[in-house]
Each structure stands twice: as C-alpha cells, then as structure tokens.
C-alpha cells in the first residue's frame, strides 16, 4: 500500500484554479500587476529600441499616466457610491484653459486658483443635483458637462487667447525631469494618491463612501446624513478633475479648451480594470492607478504597432471587457 506524495499533492493544490482564485482575490493588484509586466514585455519586444534608453521611456510613461490617474481618482470615488462623473473631462478641459488663458495676466498661482474655484463650483452643482434633487448621477453629471462645454466655448470668445500660454511652474511640474532621471510629476501624484488611499481606509469619510455604496438605506437609517457625503463627493471630484486639467495642459503645453477631452473614458476604464464596482461598495484606489499605468502602457503599444483607429478601438475595448470580467470572476466570493 503506498501513501500519498504530501509535496505533490500540496503542489498540485498551489496550482490549481481554485488557488489561483483565492489569492487573486487575496491580493486583488497581482492579476493586474501582472499584465501591466506583460504589456511592458511585449512593448519592448516590438520596439527593442526602448532598451537602450529605458529611463526616457518610463519619464514619458509616469507623465501620461499622471493626468490619467488623477481623473480616474474621480470616478473611483463617484463608482464606490454607485455613481459616475462623466463631467471630469470637460471640467479639466476647462481649468486647463482658464488657467493657461489668466495667467499672463494675474500670474500663475492666481490663475490655478481661479481654475480650481471654477472646477469646484461645477463639483458642487453636481452635489446638489445628486444628493439634494436626487437627480441620477449619470444624468445629472452628463449635463452638467454639456453646460461647462458651452460656458467654456462662450468663455474662450470673450478672453484674448493670443497670448495664452501654460505658466512655467506648471510644465515644470508636468514634464518636467529632476537630477536627470525623476518625474516632478512624482512630486504630485504619489502625494495626491497617498491622501486617497490613506482616506479610504482609514478615515471615517472613506468608510461612510463604502457604506452608502454598499447599501444607501442602511446607511441613512443607521443615521448617517447621506446627501453630505455626496455633496462633498462630488465637490472632491470637480476638485480633482480640475487638478487633473492642470497636468493635462502642463504635459501638452497647449492651451486648449479640449485638452482633456480623450481621457473621459479612460478614467472610467481604469477605475473599472482597477477592480472597483459600478454599482459601489467595493474597490480602491490603488488597482485604479495601476489601471492608468496598464492603459498608457496599451496606447503606447498600440502606436508603435501603427494601428489603425477601428482596430485601437477594438483592441482597447476588448481589452478592457476582458480585464473587468477576468477580475470580478477571480475576486468574487461565489
């Protein structure tokens, strides 16, 4: 009679799906740390030029990736109460140009203070229409965004944009490089990012954002006054956004009144490939940023493949649905 091979049976059990699936759900950034490795791989395997000067191509990498990251916090926040802010865009379209446009005039720090007021008025419109009026947050932040797009066009006809110019302690901050190898953007994003993982999980207002995401009634009858921690949400992401059209014009260098108009769906994707809910309760910011890095890496590929638009598209959604459905199958409790 022989007995079992322990090692190998304890082999085979490290290896089978169902180990695979626990400590994916253990460890929800592994998958994704994994395909960005992957994408990084391919991306060098089909331009080998990159090895020769990797530093300039992470630069270039970290900078992209920044603006995407700082919209994406938006919708990370908006998604884990069950919302979406398809406003973002436009908003950081908006600050962008407002502060490119005053600058020569009031100075820079006076025009990012400007931009960032208007950014989070628009924020707190779409608090009041969300959490006073109770207007659907898909609703209410679509057209808030059709509103900033006209106000914005009405804007740009009454300001002299001759002269506009992204001030230079803003592209300092944006494409700038320090001692040779290290991104200033660094400088905002790990911060920035440091605060949003930090107030999820420990704070009180991050643990009231799950809660209404997870079950809004059972949140209101356990006293929590939820039409405040929306208003304040959203006034958050105008914030946000706003940031975020400051680093989109610093990295451009343009002023633009659609400079951040691309990165609308991005966000959203990020957020989702990231592992947070659209229907809330569940998610994080970390899996967000690492989307942002997976999806700058995709374009990046996707140029030096020379692809065409229709099939970017198709590849990017694909990948896209792909991500999102892999990572709610490995990290769900079914």
């Known amino acids: 009679m022989t007995t079992p091979d322990h090692t190998a049976v304890a082999s085979a059990g490290w290896l089978s799906v169902g180990a695979w699936q626990r400590r994916f759900r253990e460890q929800p950034l592994l998958p994704l740390l994994l395909l960005l490795a992957l994408l990084v791989l391919l991306l060098f395997t089909i331009q080998p030029g990159l090895l020769g000067r990797p530093q300039a191509w992470l630069n270039s990498t970290i900078r992209f990736a920044t603006p995407l990251a700082i919209l994406a916090a938006c919708q990370t926040l908006t998604m884990l109460t069950g919302g979406i802010d398809l406003s973002v865009a436009t908003v950081a379209s908006a600050t962008g140009f407002i502060v490119a ?178 229907f809330g309760g569940r998610g994080g910011y970390s899996g967000t940023i690492v989307g942002a890095f997976i999806l700058t890496v995709l374009a990046s590929v996707l140029t030096v493949l020379k692809a065409p638009e229709p ?11 792909s991500v999102a459905a892999a990572y709610a199958r490995v990290t769900s409790d079914r």
Not at 311 to 321: D, E, N, S
């Open 101 to 278: 446009s005053q600058a020569p005039s009031q100075g820079p720090a006076v025009a990012i203070v400007l931009g960032l007021v208007v950014a989070a008025c628009f924020g707190l419109i779409n608090g009041i229409g969300v959490s006073i009026f109770r207007v659907q947050p898909l609703i209410m932040t679509l057209g808030t965004g059709l509103v900033a797009a006209g106000l914005l066009v009405i804007y740009q006809r009454f300001v002299i944009t001759a002269g506009a110019r992204v001030p230079e302690p803003v592209v300092w901050l944006a494409s700038g490089t320090s001692f040779g190898f290290f991104p200033n953007c660094l400088l905002l994003l790990v911060p920035l990012s440091a605060v949003i993982i930090i107030g999820l999980r420990r704070t009180g207002y991050g643990r009231l954002l799950y809660a209404v995401g997870d079950n809004p009634i059972a949140a209101r009858l356990a006293g929590v006054r939820v039409w405040q921690v929306l208003l304040v949400l959203y006034m958050l992401s105008g914030i946000l956004a706003g940031i975020a059209g400051v680093v989109v014009a610093g990295v451009t260098n343009t002023a633009a009144p659609s400079g951040a108009d691309s990165y609308l769906l991005p966000s959203v994707a990020a957020a989702v490939i990231g592992g947070t809910s659209i």
């Open 311 to 321: 099939v970017r598209m198709i590849v990017y959604g694909a990948i896209i649905l």
